[in-house]
């Protein structure tokens, strides 16, 4: 965990998509991806795509937030905008 610190400690309070797949090693239409089924805790803002900083290492530290399960997604109330990439 204190690798994924380190790595974070050069980034301000909310990272770019590209910034968070950079810190989680993985790539930039992984990380969108994991964005767009909710394995990557973002925010929108507008057009862009944010990742908090705060929610990247709880999500680091606790294992969530998960895919939803098929039960939770199958639950009409939860709707979650397209987003455009």
Known sequence: ??????RLDQFGDV???PEAACVLRIGRNSAYEAARRGELPTI?????????KDALVRMLTTGYPKAPTPTESAD?????PRQAF
């Open 1 to 6: 965990m204190r690798k994924f610190r380190n």
């Open 15 to 17: 990272l770019t998509v």
């Open 44 to 52: 929108a803002i507008g057009r862009r795509l944010l990742v908090p």
């Open 76 to 80: 009409p109330t939860r709707t979650r």
